[in-house]
Structure formats: structure tokens, C-alpha cells
């Protein structure tokens, strides 16, 4: 079974530039979640969606940062303008539904590097 | 404080020993909880869920202390392969959001 997968796997880019990253969650999974990676602050949640929705957006760290859900199967997480401090491991993760005790599953996740 | 806190070690152990981690949360209403696995370079890999009661698969254990509110990961007879950084997470309050901690690194040596 595929697992959650994410698109590109690896990005370079310079500041300032548009960056797009994208995910499909596991098939059948009716949540979704963006997570940001770094060395100084771990595993920080950006934003989840249930149901296509966006639930819980707080964790978003600037009006530059933005995400959709368009359908069940597809989403992304954007960034424009990128700037350096924004280099991190981006995951993305599904669950079956949006309940207190359903595990996450990651996808593979994309490395930004912003230059 | 931070909602789940965790000790980044590297706890250096050798082949065959058990070592054991702790997680604290600070949210009493926090009811789900589990435990991840990442390799370097890798995703976080589910691991196991923290029951009640506590809960074994094989070699590893997981309990929850609610008065205290941490869990633990206990790993008995450690092998190479366990090297990895552990991550706890917690589910925050009443919802199907995870809070993770910074994550406990493993190094076992022969």
C-alpha cells in the first residue's frame, strides 16, 4: 500500500523565490497535517485540515505561508517569498480521522533549502 | 515549559543493555499518547501507542504515569539497529492534534 507521498524531495531555491511542496495522503485518510523540521525547535505542526477543511492554522508562521486542501487526495503548502530561515525538513502526514487517539502517519518529507 | 519536554541524551548505551526514557506533558487533559521512531535523514515511523494500562511489543515497553503525567519507553537487550532519536507525542486537549517533543537520541554501541 502507498504510503503518505510528497513532492519534491528535495528543494533548492534562492530567496525570494516561490516555493510549492505537495502531498498525498494516504487513501482514505480524512486528515492531513503540515509539519516544520529543524534542529532548534523539533517538530513544530504549521496546519491540519479534516475533511479538506483547515481546522487548526495557528501554527503557521507568517502571512508568507499558506496552504490548501482542494480534494480528499492533494495538498500544499506554500511559501512566497522564501527567505533562509525557512530551510527546514517540511512532513506531511495523514490519519483515518480526526479523533484524539488515531495515530499520524508521515510521508518522507521535503528538505528546503533556502539560499 | 514547553507542552511535551523530553531529555535529547545521546544516551550511549552498549549491545544487550536496557535503557529506558521518560516524556513529560503538561496538559492533564491530554489523552492519547505514543511514541515515534526517526532515522536520520528519515520521517518519524509510529513505534507504538502508550495505553492505560502500559503496553509491550517485544523487547519494547511503554507506560503512562498520569498523576505524574510523563510516559516512558523502556528497551530491554538493545541492539545497533535501535539507534535512532525517539520522539514522544501527545495529543493536545480534545483534539486529533499531536504535540511532539524535541526527541531523545539512542546511540547503541557494540
Known amino acids: 500500500d502507498a504510503g503518505v507521498i510528497q513532492s519534491p524531495r528535495h528543494e533548492v531555491t534562492e530567496m525570494g523565490q516561490e516555493v510549492t511542496l505537495r502531498c498525498k495522503p494516504i487513501?482514505?485518510?480524512?486528515?492531513l497535517f503540515w509539519y516544520r523540521q529543524t534542529m532548534m525547535r523539533g517538530l513544530e505542526l504549521l496546519i491540519y485540515?479534516?475533511?479538506?477543511?483547515?481546522?487548526?492554522d495557528s501554527g503557521m508562521p507568517e502571512d508568507r505561508f499558506s496552504a490548501k486542501m482542494p480534494n480528499a487526495s492533494f495538498s500544499t503548502l506554500k511559501i512566497q517569498p522564501s527567505e533562509p530561515r525557512d530551510s527546514a525538513v517540511y512532513f506531511c502526514?495523514?490519519?483515518?480521522?480526526?479523533?484524539?487517539?488515531?495515530?499520524?502517519?508521515f510521508g518522507p518529507g521535503t528538505r528546503l533549502t533556502v539560499l | 515549559r514547553k507542552e511535551v519536554e523530553q531529555d535529547p541524551g545521546p544516551f550511549n548505551v552498549p549491545e544487550g543493555a536496557t535503557v529506558a526514557f521518560n516524556c513529560t506533558y503538561s496538559?492533564?487533559?491530554?489523552?492519547?499518547f505514543f511514541w515515534y521512531r526517526q532515522d536520520c535523514r528519515k520521517e518519524p515511523k509510529l513505534l507504538m501507542s502508550?495505553?492505560?494500562s502500559g503496553n509491550e511489543d517485544g523487547r519494547f515497553t511503554a507506560q503512562l504515569n498520569r498523576a505524574s503525567q510523563y510516559i516512558s519507553l523502556l528497551i530491554r537487550d538493545s541492539k545497533l539497529s535501535d539507534s535512532a532519536t525517539y520522539l514522544c507525542?501527545?495529543?493536545?486537549?480534545?483534539?486529533?492534534?499531536?504535540?511532539f517533543g524535541q526527541g531523545t537520541t539512542l546511540q547503541v554501541k557494540p
Open positions: 507525542a501527545v495529543n493536545s486537549g480534545n483534539t486529533g492534534k499531536l504535540i
Open positions: 502526514a495523514s490519519s483515518p480521522r480526526l479523533a484524539v487517539n488515531n495515530e499520524q502517519f
Open positions: 487513501s482514505g485518510h480524512n486528515s
Open positions: 502508550v495505553y492505560s
Open positions: 485540515f479534516n475533511n479538506n477543511v483547515p481546522i487548526d
Open positions: 496538559n492533564s487533559a491530554s489523552q492519547s
